[in-house]
């Protein structure tokens, strides 16, 4: 009779190693999808809490504000909402003169269209370039 040793050869060494790697790849894959749905649905919710001060200026000026941050900023009703979202952004830019940024740390783009018409608050989005499909707008609310 011969006597087998005990212990895994190494094919099975490797083949152990191969599907952790793949369950591993995946989980990154999950983590950084969730990572990602998360900084779109934190710049939605400033650029909505924006859009709430942009309408709040217009019902006490009944204009819409020249500019995103200085007109906002300097008005009582709407400072409390933009010193708020400031604070949420001032660990990726610290001077309060800064305009305000969307969670990859890009300015936000606002546009008075004039006319009346509401302006336009833009988002470059994860790739983080403007007038591509991932651009998140306050239309888009």
Do not use: C
Not at 1 to 11: D, E, Q
Not at 90 to 115: A, F
Request: positive net charge.
């Amino acid at each position: 009779m011969k006597s087998r040793k005990k212990g895994f050869t190494l094919v099975e060494v490797l083949v152990v190693i191969a599907i952790l790697a793949i369950i591993g790849a995946g989980a990154v894959s999950v983590a950084n999808n969730v990572v990602k749905k998360a900084k779109v649905n934190k710049t939605k919710a400033a650029i909505a809490n924006i859009v709430s001060a942009v309408e709040e200026y217009y019902r006490e000026t009944k204009t819409y504000p020249a500019s995103l941050y200085s007109d906002l900023a300097g008005n009582p009703k709407t400072s409390v909402i933009i010193d708020k979202l400031d604070d949420e952004f001032k660990n990726q830019d610290p001077s309060k003169e800064s305009p305000l940024r969307d969670s990859w740390g890009k300015t936000l783009h606002y546009l008075n269209r004039g006319n009346g018409n509401f302006p336009k608050i833009t988002s470059a989005g994860p790739d983080k370039e403007f007038n591509t499909a991932d651009d998140i707008l306050s239309t888009d609310q």
